[in-house]
């Protein structure tokens, strides 16, 4: 267990549809991160929040929007669902310390769009 | 920017070395170094920083060339749990703290 809690592992939906996902960052940990991850293009950045402020976007596109919770859990929202949007999708936490240990990745959501 | 991983995949026989690099055309404040098993999420393993001495834990270690913005990861007498798919991941000088990832770099370590 890495300490960051992602929620649901698999989730099978339509086009068309909204979901969101859920993350608990590592306890003590200001920064959270999501990352799409498909077979052909990696881990790509979408966002980035620290202490429930927006601090950087990436390709992150207009149907999906996060936001980040005074007790400091975040979700995902996806909406309008394509069949493009199936892919694994990550949560990482932070707090980049001098002590830090880099990203602490969740197990992720794979999210499946029939 | 994304970064540029080399190789994109590398295959070695138990006790092999490998290097795995990764340049930027950006000015990078640090990199990270991430290995992804199949189906499991990615597990840091270290972290370089501009200014910073090379980093090494057991036979896999790192280097940052700050002119050139590239580093590589060395893994040396490579044991079959080296197998994975090995990302870096940048940060920009100035930037959020936010990793731009690479495709990755799939080692795969046989008997």
């Known amino acids: 267990d890495s300490g960051v809690t992602q929620t649901p592992k698999h989730l099978i939906t339509a086009t068309g549809q909204r979901v969101t996902l859920r993350c608990s960052p590592r306890?003590?940990?200001?920064?959270v991160y999501w990352y799409q991850q498909s077979l052909d293009q990696g881990l790509q950045f979408l966002i980035q929040y620290y202490n429930g402020e927006e601090r950087a976007k990436g390709n992150i596109l207009e149907r999906f929007s996060a936001q980040q919770f005074p007790d400091l859990h975040s979700e995902l929202n996806l909406s309008s669902l394509e069949l493009g949007d199936s892919a694994l999708y990550f949560c990482a936490s932070s707090d980049f310390s001098p002590a830090n240990y880099g990203y602490t990745f969740g197990s992720g959501t794979r999210l499946t769009v029939v | 920017q994304q970064p540029v991983q080399s190789p994109q995949a590398v295959i070695l026989r138990e006790g092999e070395d490998a290097v795995i690099n990764c340049s930027s055309s950006k000015a990078l404040y640090s990199v990270h170094w991430y290995r992804q098993k199949h189906g499991e999420a990615p597990v840091f393993l270290m972290i370089?920083?501009?200014?910073?001495e090379q980093k090494g834990h057991d036979k896999i270690s790192a280097s940052f060339n700050e002119k050139k913005q590239q580093s590589s990861l060395y893994l040396t007498a490579s044991q079959l749990s080296y197998s994975g798919t090995y990302f870096c991941g940048t940060e920009e000088q100035g930037g959020s703290e936010k990793l731009v990832f690479g495709k990755g770099t799939k080692l795969t370590v046989n008997p």
């Open positions: 306890s003590g940990d200001l920064s």
């Open positions: 370089l920083l501009k200014g910073g």
